[in-house]
């Protein structure tokens, strides 16, 4: 289907660009939310007609997303979940989390604005963007931890999974007897000192 694009779409074009897309990417989303027109020539005509407008109510909006995006300075969001000892989360941090968590810090932000390429299911330091307008982004630091602790040692570049199983290099060392018998204790043998005197 062609399409008349009414914003800009990414990977696709700017305003006013006519191109083809899949039916059902039309009709179920650029179409309901108002982003294009069918290009047909009576839409050709109502789009060229309102072209200045639409191109200024777009230069409006951009502008109070940078604006808005000016805020978005160091943003870090520091996420407290419970986790298995592998650094697993019970669950995962959805979007709604974020918006929530960015809500509180005094940022106006809208739930589709917020792009997660995939679910954070790991403790761990993410860059999550934030698509303020079609053509303004911000990225934010998401800090997902158990505790404010790990949270700290996470946002200093420490690697607390790491850190946790690091291998303890002087640690105890048994003896091994290759010939004995299995779940036998190697045996002691006494030294020259401590051989009894007669």
């Known amino acids: 289907m062609d399409v008349i694009l009414l914003e800009r779409v990414e990977k696709l074009g700017a305003i006013g660009d006519v191109v083809t897309v899949k039916d ?3 009709r179920n989303f650029l179409l309901p939310r108002k982003k294009a027109l069918r290009a047909n020539e009576a839409n050709r005509k109502v ?11 777009n230069a409006n ?5 940078e ?8 943003v ?9 000892n592998t650094g697993q989360l019970y669950g995962s941090v959805a979007v709604r989390d974020l918006v929530e968590m960015l809500v509180a810090d005094g940022h106006k932000v809208a739930k589709s604005a917020i792009v997660l390429d995939k679910p954070i299911k790991a ?3 993410y860059d999550v963007k934030v698509a303020l307008h079609p053509e303004v982004s911000v990225t934010i630091k998401v800090n997902v931890a158990r505790s404010p602790e790990e949270a700290a040692m996470q946002a200093e570049g420490v690697d607390v999974m790491a ?3 690091e291998r303890d290099e002087a640690g105890f060392v048994e003896d091994y007897d290759p010939n004995a018998e299995p779940g036998a204790t190697a045996e002691v043998t006494p030294t020259a000192e401590q051989q009894p005197q007669d």
Not at 47 to 57: K, V
Not at 61 to 65: D, F, H, P, S, Y
Not at 67 to 74: G, M, R, V
């Open 76 to 84: 870090k969001v520091m996420l407290i979940r419970q986790a298995s």
């Open 47 to 57: 789009f060229e007609s309102n072209r200045t407008r639409i191109e200024s109510d």
């Open 123 to 125: 403790i761990g330091v």
């Open 24 to 26: 059902g990417f039309a």
């Open 163 to 165: 850190s946790m199983f």
């Open 61 to 65: 909006r951009r502008g109070e997303a």
């Open 67 to 74: 604006a808005e995006a000016k805020t978005f300075d160091n």
